[in-house]
């Protein structure tokens, strides 16, 4: 019995059935920026053959087209209010696209569209810019990035897109232009790159839940047979001294439980509400480590660990089980079919404590990469990519998850997580 994750299950009966994407890094919806303006964007699509081109509409208006599944332009716009959209066609004939409304100033100087003033943006942060000059005929020659009054970037022209590598911190930055006539205009970005991992998060006591049941894993709490309860401060067993008990028990065979916690975004337990949309539009990568210990491994039939990502209508959900009493081994989710994929890795538990470390990654497109698996030492390098999948609404950010599974006669079962932390960056 593997039943499916019961967190993703709820949100996929509400997504569309198209999976296809366009992320627009830059500008935001709604930005005022100046000219030209720069449009950077990726696409994906559920089309096996893959995007064919992506182009930038204008006010209804087809102005711009490159082959390939990225768009990367700086188009010239007067000063004015303008709705614009950036679309995919790909090589089954079909279609996705996503609007970018923006207001063009009749102001000069340096257009700063990413990262926001007085953001926390994670590492590494994105640098788009755009720049104009009244003064010299001749135009804009380059334009730079100073992080602490010290040169870090340059590229020549009218617009700049660029990633750097900065470590937690605080930073005053500036984005400057230099003209043809020896002149130049800068604009201040000041951004704070927060600490980039979450330590001790099964202490956070702002851990949520619910239940399924089978057949159909609809949503419950509560749960017709089936119950679940949460103890914090556990101190034996436990290797910090602050372990958390995870309970199930009841009368419905193969009931599940999550619990999630969402760590960055709306209603984030660690102070990270994101509200410009800033940091989780920047991450990239993803490491969970936890200590867990199974009471009763003779009847835990499975165990899940994963982190969410959501951004722009687009999910990524890295569902790592082990399906200890199914085939005893480590399977991954696939967001779009969705089910869950066996892997090399092998996942038999025994009563104790064990060592987990997953390590993720969203690739280009928002495709998600499942890189490797470590269990008590031993680690097997799993390499599997799958796309993301569309959710309705706009809800930003980033959740740590735990699930069990129930056992055929949803047997009383007790787990503890431990020094559980995310790294992200």
Not at 46 to 60: E, H, P, Q, R
Request: glycine share 8%; charged share 10%.
């Amino acid at each position: 019995m593997k039943p499916f994750h019961s967190f993703l299950f709820a949100i996929l009966l509400l997504a569309t059935s198209a999976f296809a994407n366009v992320s627009v890094s830059t500008p935001n919806n709604g930005a005022t920026v100046g000219s030209p303006v720069n449009y950077v964007a990726t696409a994906t699509s559920t089309c096996s053959k893959g995007v064919a081109s992506i182009g930038l509409y204008v006010d209804n208006a087809l102005v711009y087209v490159v082959n390939g599944a990225s768009l990367n332009t700086a188009w010239p716009l007067s000063p004015g209010s303008y709705n614009t959209v950036v679309e995919e066609w790909d090589y089954c004939g079909g279609a996705t696209y996503t609007p970018v409304a923006i207001t063009v100033s009749n102001q000069t100087g340096v257009w700063v569209t990413s990262p926001a003033n007085n953001g926390r943006v994670g590492s590494p942060v994105n640098y788009a810019a755009t720049a104009t000059t009244s003064t010299c005929a001749k135009g804009v020659a380059s334009m730079g990035v100073y992080v602490n009054n010290q040169l870090s970037y340059v590229a020549n022209g009218t617009s700049l897109n660029t990633n750097l590598t900065l470590s937690p911190g605080t930073y005053n930055t500036v984005v400057e232009e230099w003209d043809k006539c020896g002149g130049a205009s800068y604009s201040a970005v000041n951004i704070t790159v927060p600490n980039s991992k979450f330590s001790n998060l099964q202490a956070n006591q702002g851990w949520k839940s619910w239940g399924q049941l089978p057949p159909a894993y609809v949503d419950c709490s509560p749960c017709s047979g089936l119950n679940w309860w949460t103890d914090y401060v556990i101190k034996s067993p436990s290797l910090s001294g602050n372990a958390t008990q995870f309970n199930t028990n009841g009368t419905t065979p193969y009931g599940v439980v999550l619990w999630y916690n969402p760590v960055i975004g709306q209603s984030s337990t660690e102070g990270l509400p994101d509200p410009n949309h800033t940091l989780v539009p920047s991450l990239h990568n993803f490491i969970y480590d936890t200590d867990f210990y199974v009471a009763n491994a003779s009847v835990t039939q499975a165990l899940e660990f994963d982190v969410a990502m959501y951004l722009n209508g687009t999910g990524m959900f890295w569902g790592t089980q082990c399906n200890h009493l199914g085939d005893g081994q480590w399977d991954v989710l696939n967001n779009v079919i969705p089910e869950w994929t066996k892997t090399s890795a092998p996942c038999n538990l025994t009563n104790g404590w064990n060592h987990l470390t997953l390590q993720f990654q969203r690739e280009s497109g928002n495709n998600l990469l499942y890189q490797s698996i470590t269990l008590n030492g031993v680690t097997t390098d799993i390499n599997e990519t799958f796309a993301p999948f569309t959710v309705p609404g706009s809800w930003y950010g980033v959740t740590v998850n735990y699930q069990m599974d129930g056992n055929y006669e949803q047997s009383a079962n007790t787990t503890y997580l431990d020094n559980l932390s995310l790294t992200y960056w």
